[in-house]
């Protein structure tokens, strides 16, 4: 916490600190798995260049270099004597001004490291989740910008991740303000139709995903057609595979859509050898992929 490994029970914050009241804060959410030479973190540099352009946008100084981050991300994994993780990295404005212009408040960062399994089970990364088309779309970038991953953010997505829950769902799809297909409340999306993989392009305002990204990657070294384009909400009824990707999530298949069964009801055949090959991928199995795991 601001430079410093402290105890977990003593990492806390000012009741008046500005992001408390104000949700003005970036983070990232970074796994770190267990591979044959030891615990390896996936794609911490393109974590902390999302966390960067999250800062951007909303002015946050980060006192730190990304070299800095990165050695502190290791070093509290290290600490923690963690073998599988999940890390958040938060920067956010701190105790100060509690007016609404942020900037005259200190920048703070923390990171923590600690055990994190499935996102939605073991069932669910085999028999895929159910998903409802959220009442609530997604951040309209006349509001606030969808790129940063705020934490502001999350208001939006955690109403739409109660009312899936509160409809008997797992997961919530969010569509655009104009109809499209966006994003999970937490995941990218991905549907397969006539051997085509695609996901919502960026006008959509879905996160740049870095486990979208590396998706994308490893199905066109499968040799399948990536695309990225609008998607219709109708067209997820019509998917023939569909499935979700993040950090915590991790390659996620989705068996019903708004009580329509996608697919054959368990993960299909494209989803399953994403899955497959995104774990070989973060557990160091494929050497194409070693650039992207910093062994710790
Ligand atoms: N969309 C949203 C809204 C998210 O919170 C996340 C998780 N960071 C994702 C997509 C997936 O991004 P990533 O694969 O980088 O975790």
Redesign the pocket.
């Known amino acids: 916490m601001n430079g410093q490994l402290i105890p977990w029970d003593e990492a806390r914050v000012h009741v008046l600190t500005h992001a408390l009241h104000y949700g003005t804060g970036v983070f990232?959410?970074i796994r770190c798995y267990e591979t044959e030479n030891g615990p390896a973190i996936f794609r911490l540099k393109d974590?902390l260049r999302?966390l960067a352009d999250s800062a951007r946008i909303y002015l946050i100084k980060i006192p730190y270099s990304e070299q800095q981050l990165s050695d502190a991300v290791i070093q509290t994994i290290r600490a923690n004597e963690l073998k599988e993780c999940y890390i958040r990295l938060i920067a956010y404005f701190g105790y100060g001004e509690l007016g609404l212009n942020p900037l005259h408040n200190p920048v703070d960062v923390a990171i923590a490291a600690f055990p994190l399994v499935t996102y939605f089970g073991e069932e669910g990364l085999r028999q895929g989740v159910r998903c409802k088309v959220s009442s609530w779309c997604r951040l309209d970038p006349r509001v606030l910008p969808p790129l940063a991953?705020a934490t502001a953010?999350?208001l939006n997505?955690a109403l739409a991740k109660v009312e899936a829950l509160q409809a008997g769902c797992d997961e919530a799809i969010f569509l655009t303000t104009s109809g499209t297909v966006s994003?999970?409340?937490?995941?990218?999306i991905f549907i397969v139709k006539n051997q085509e993989l695609i996901t919502p392009w960026v006008g959509a305002g879905?996160?740049q995903?870095?486990?979208?990204a590396s998706v994308k990657e490893i199905a066109k070294d499968l040799g399948m057609r990536v695309v990225e384009r609008e998607i219709l909400r109708e067209e997820l009824y019509l998917a023939e595979e569909a499935f979700l990707?993040?950090?915590?999530a991790e390659v996620t298949p989705i068996c019903e859509i708004d009580g329509r069964i996608i697919g054959n009801v368990t993960r299909g055949p494209f989803t399953e050898k994403l899955q497959a090959a995104f774990f070989d991928m973060v557990h160091g199995k494929n050497a194409a992929y070693l650039k992207w795991l910093t062994y710790i």
């Open positions: 990232e959410g974590h999302r991953k953010n999350y997505s994003e999970g409340s937490g995941e990218n879905p996160l995903g870095i486990t979208m990707t993040g950090t915590a």
